[in-house]
């Protein structure tokens, strides 16, 4: 069954908005229904639920430990199990900022290389346990899965990355063809490893965003650990998902090359919406009455991006999603 958190988090830099009214598990949207007269009837109020609504004057700190630590997340997979944080919202709503924060401000910094500096914290004090870590990025830009970490030099000197394919294998996992896994035996090689795939990321300027992701950034860290005198390996990853950006077309007004990557932006972020859903009925319906009814069924194959997270949304595996918003 999938353990699933959800938390948002509002900008700490925007005004607040007189139409949402913030606690400390739910968002409550107030919006005032206007008759075709255009007479004001009784407002109308939708309620969102969270695992936690976080303050605005939370620092990347705060937010990193209750995301990531608090919920017990990070010891998990140094236990075994594949966890997965991901941000989502809409452009501009400050995912990049949270997942990846700020360049060369140590003050700043996202979860990722926060959660690389506990892992290997963590690691260090094991002594029992032959430890190996990897790193891996994969970039999805319109529907096409690219390996950041591995340029190949073209003809005319420019870098290009190679394609990777997503395969489905044996018991539904899903397997990469053409992915670097690079092997990092310590935190500075590993933090240095996630600084040079996030500055090949594809980027754009829009009239929502002046520096817009144009594709979903996976950050993931393959960790295996033996036991000494055992033969047993336990397997695990971390993916640390930032998604590109909801837009509006309509508002946005994006044409050319930007409306087709908001198209295939909006459609990828539809199909992990029906993954998400379908993983938490099966966990209302699991121990239920319901519970002898036929398996639900997942729609994974529909997108790079639920193919890639395939076995780390569902099953046993933990996942915390972060609602960014204005």
Same mark, same amino acid.
């Given at each position: 069954m999938a353990h699933i958190k959800v938390f948002?988090?509002?900008?700490?830099?925007?005004?607040?908005?007189?139409?949402?009214?913030?606690?400390?598990?739910?968002?409550?949207?107030?919006?005032?229904?206007?008759?075709?007269?255009?007479?004001?009837?009784h407002p109308i109020t939708y309620d969102f639920q969270f695992s936690q609504v976080f303050d605005r004057s939370l620092t990347q700190e705060q937010v990193f430990r209750r995301v990531a630590v608090d919920s017990g997340l990070l010891q998990q997979f140094i236990q075994g199990f594949n966890a997965t944080i991901f941000a989502y919202g809409q452009t501009a709503s400050g995912k990049s900022f949270t997942?990846?924060?700020?360049?060369?401000?140590?003050?700043?910094?996202?979860?990722?290389?926060?959660?690389?500096?506990?892992?290997?914290?963590?690691?260090?004090?094991?002594?029992?346990?032959?430890?190996?870590?990897?790193?891996?990025?994969?970039?999805?830009?319109?529907?096409?899965?690219?390996?950041?970490?591995?340029?190949?030099?073209?003809?005319?000197?420019?870098?290009?990355?190679?394609?990777?394919?997503?395969?489905?294998?044996?018991?539904?996992?899903?397997?990469?063809?053409n992915l670097s896994c690079i092997p990092a035996p310590n935190e500075k090689i590993a933090q240095q490893l996630f600084a040079r795939a996030v500055s090949n990321r594809q980027v754009a300027e829009t009239s929502a965003n002046l520096i817009s992701s144009r594709s979903h950034g996976i950050f993931t860290v393959y960790l295996?650990?033996?036991?000494?005198? *055992? +033969?047993?390996?336990?397997?695990? %990853? &971390? =993916? !640390?998902?930032?998604?590109?950006?909801?837009?509006?077309?309509?508002?946005?007004?994006?044409?050319?090359?930007?409306l087709r990557e908001a198209q295939s932006i909006n459609l990828s972020l539809h199909y992990l919406e029906q993954v998400i859903l379908a993983?938490?009925?099966?966990?209302?319906?699991?121990? *239920? +009455?319901?519970?002898?009814?036929? %398996? &639900? =069924? !997942?729609?994974?194959?529909?997108?790079?991006?639920?193919?890639?997270?395939?076995?780390s949304l569902g099953g046993n595996c933990v996942t915390a999603m972060i609602k960014s918003s204005p």
């Open positions: 948002a988090r509002p900008r700490s830099d925007v005004t607040p908005s007189d139409f949402f009214i913030l606690s400390d598990k739910t968002i409550t949207a107030q919006f005032s229904e206007v008759g075709v007269t255009g007479s004001t009837h997942v990846e924060g700020k360049k060369h401000d140590l003050k700043n910094l996202g979860i990722s290389q926060r959660s690389l500096s506990y892992i290997y914290e963590c690691l260090e004090q094991r002594k029992d346990a032959n430890i190996e870590i990897q790193i891996s990025y994969i970039e999805i830009y319109q529907e096409a899965a690219y390996d950041l970490l591995n340029p190949v030099q073209g003809k005319n000197g420019a870098s290009t990355f190679p394609r990777i394919a997503v395969r489905e294998g044996a018991r539904g996992m899903s397997f990469f063809q295996t650990t033996q036991r000494v005198q *055992s +033969e047993t390996k336990t397997f695990s %990853k &971390l =993916h !640390i998902v930032d998604l590109a950006g909801s837009e509006r077309v309509s508002k946005t007004k994006a044409s050319g090359k930007v993983l938490q009925l099966e966990q209302r319906l699991c121990g *239920s +009455e319901k519970a002898h009814v036929r %398996k &639900l =069924h !997942i729609p994974y194959r529909n997108s790079q991006l639920t193919m890639i997270l395939r076995d």
